[in-house]
């Protein structure tokens, strides 16, 4: 049997107008920018390529992501565009990895999906949105309730907390020491994702968030059931990274965690209660997938126990609620000196969880 050819060198497509030479519109920039923003939900293209994906699947995949950051473009009756623009940015990077020796495969390999992904979390404002309509929406014996729902929700209400977005690619390790993307299993010998070292994610003891973690619930979790998610920096040039000293650091934010079948939903409840008691902002499903979201007490584990060298910031520091965020964030969030915020609040189905949402800058802002 041949060899298997050697991958071709990845090939990286600058920011250009749909039209060759002239400065890109805003609708261009818009997609431009969601383009970019898919892209570090993946590894490099050109895996894909390597794997035997044609550009038509690898556009469906980024069209998915592209979609939450364009949804009044979609709304609008405008998805054509970027279904143009993405068989161009695409149709183009495919074009380079062929002239430079890529090989489409005879069989398309496996691709490893991730065993304990991080669920892509909703906007914000549509949260907000949402709230208001559902008190204009009140027949009118209710509207004094629901006026005191909404204001206890938006006015009242505690944040667990309000964290940086940071503008990178999410990124994780598992209690085995494998590292994974936003979408591939990579493996523990990985040494370099989305053209960033991945050694600031090697000091991270996840094993020992498992061993808390089983301590704290009393159950068993056997080698592979916990997985600490991140940001891998892997854009310098926006928000100052370099600046910052943020470049190439993993920042992490979260722990995703598949706990044994529960034998009732009692048992869901009773895990819900002890981590409630240690203040650690969760959402439990009853089928026992855990998502710890950030958080004080989960900021404490990361640091203490997972030795995390850097967890997300928290720009209300002691809490606050929704009213007193947005005014505390909304200027520096216009003025771009960061992508966004990730919100964590306890869940209106159930207090005792919690919900997180995005709320993010429509354009990207490179250092000067």
């Given at each position: ?68 950051d364009l949804a009044a473009l979609v709304e ?287 354009r990207r802002r490179a250092a000067p």
């Open positions: 049997m041949p060899a298997a050819p050697s991958p071709a060198p990845a090939v990286h497509t600058p920011t250009v107008s749909l039209q060759d030479g002239a400065p890109p519109t805003l609708l261009e920039q818009a997609l431009q920018d969601a383009y970019e923003s898919a892209l570090t939900k993946f590894d490099d293209l050109e895996s894909y390529f390597n794997a035997g994906l044609k550009p038509p699947r690898v556009c469906e995949m980024l069209r998915v992501e592209m979609v939450q609008g009756g405008e998805e054509r565009c970027m279904e143009t623009f993405l068989a161009k940015r695409v149709g183009t990077v495919f074009g380079a990895w062929k002239r430079q020796g890529g090989i489409t495969p005879a069989q398309p390999k496996q691709i490893k999906d991730v065993p304990l992904p991080w669920s892509s979390i909703e906007p914000y404002p549509e949260y907000v949105a949402n709230q208001i309509e559902a008190y204009r929406a009140a027949e009118t014996g209710e509207r004094a309730h629901a006026r005191t729902v909404l204001e206890h929700t938006l006015l009242e209400a505690k944040l667990h907390a309000a964290t940086v977005k940071l503008d990178g690619t999410c990124f994780g390790k598992m209690d085995t020491g494998n590292l994974v993307g936003r979408k591939q299993l990579l493996g523990p010998s990985c040494e370099a994702y989305q053209q960033t070292s991945t050694a600031a994610a090697g000091g991270c003891d996840v094993e020992a968030l498992r061993g808390a973690l089983a301590l704290l619930l009393s159950i068993e979790l056997p080698r592979d059931s916990v997985c600490a998610w991140g940001e891998l920096m892997c854009n310098p040039g926006y928000y100052n990274y370099r600046e910052r000293d943020l470049a190439g650091k993993w920042v992490c934010f979260g722990v995703v965690a598949a706990l044994p079948a529960p034998s009732d939903q009692s048992q869901v409840t009773e895990w819900t209660q002890r981590l409630t008691a240690q203040g650690l902002a969760h959402s439990l499903s009853e089928r026992g997938n855990l998502r710890l979201l950030l958080c004080p007490a989960l900021r404490r584990l990361l640091l203490e126990v997972g030795r995390c060298e850097l967890v997300a910031a928290d720009v209300l520091a002691a809490g606050g609620t929704h009213a007193e965020m947005v005014a505390r964030a909304a200027a520096g969030l216009a003025a771009g000196e960061n992508e966004g915020l990730v919100l964590v609040f306890p869940s209106a189905r159930n207090p005792q969880q919690a919900s997180a949402r995005k709320w993010k800058r429509t």
